[in-house]
């Protein structure tokens, strides 16, 4: 082995630099993420193999470490491969930017589903990508969760666990929920009728959603 540059060596090297990114290198004040999720390479149990690809994901929720990131991500892994004689190449991707709900459209929401009865929570904050984020970027307005953990389950799964799975009931609550918002949004809207117009297209969508999903409503 001490006449090849060991590539396998080398990744983990490189998955071990990147830990350190977010405890060293980020602000203990700021939350950021940075995870190696797949890693690739070789094909044999007695052959060093001449390339490893390494592949994984970032998530911040300001601009400041959002911009940040591709370069300690790049700097991290050419030096860390450096140590055993490897090179590595960083390919970085951007796609979607940090969700942040508008202040006003989040306390309607609250407001909205208070009124409806539902138990609200406003602190939630996740890592968890989502491109809706690029609606709020040009129009105010919220995202919020419902929970739909089954009930025999406290607690259920995660999204992408092998296991997940959800009480369908909870379609009807979040039909419930966008035709309420729409209809509030309706009474601010006042004489501006393609803005009433729209509003509307959009609570007959919700109800006929909430309608078709109570004649699959599973039975309690």
């Known amino acids: 082995p001490h006449e090849t540059r060991d590539t396998v060596v080398g990744a983990a090297q ?11 290198r980020i602000s203990p004040l700021e939350a ?23 592949s994984g994901t970032c998530r911040s929720f300001d601009r400041y470490t959002a911009e940040r990131l591709p370069g300690l991500v790049e ?13 590595a190449t960083t390919t970085y991707h951007r796609t979607n930017g940090a969700l942040v709900n508008d202040a006003g459209e989040a306390e309607r929401c609250a407001r909205v589903a208070r009124r ?17 984020c690029e609606f709020l970027d ?4 919220s995202f919020a969760f419902v929970g739909s953990a089954p009930l025999d389950r406290p607690g259920g799964s995660a999204h992408h666990a092998p296991d997940f799975d959800f009480d369908e009931r909870a379609l009807d609550v ?4 966008l ?3 729409a209809r ?3 009474s601010d809207a006042g004489s501006d009728e393609n803005a009433v117009a729209d509003a509307r297209e959009g609570v007959n969508a919700a109800e006929a959603a909430a309608a078709s999903s109570l004649s699959r409503r599973v039975p309690s």
């Open 179 to 181: 035709a309420a918002v």
């Open 75 to 87: 700097a991290a892994a050419t030096a860390a491969a450096a140590t055993v004689g490897c090179a």
């Open 14 to 24: 490189v998955v071990l630099a990147l830990q350190t990114l977010v405890s060293r």
């Open 116 to 132: 409806l009865g539902l138990a609200v929570s406003d602190g939630c904050r996740t890592m968890g990508g989502e491109d809706f």
């Open 184 to 186: 509030d949004v309706l």
């Open 174 to 177: 979040a039909a419930d929920l």
């Open 32 to 54: 950021a993420v940075v995870s190696v999720t797949s890693i690739h390479g070789g094909s044999a149990f007695n052959i060093i193999p001449d390339r490893v690809k390494l």
């Open 138 to 141: 040009r129009v105010p307005g």
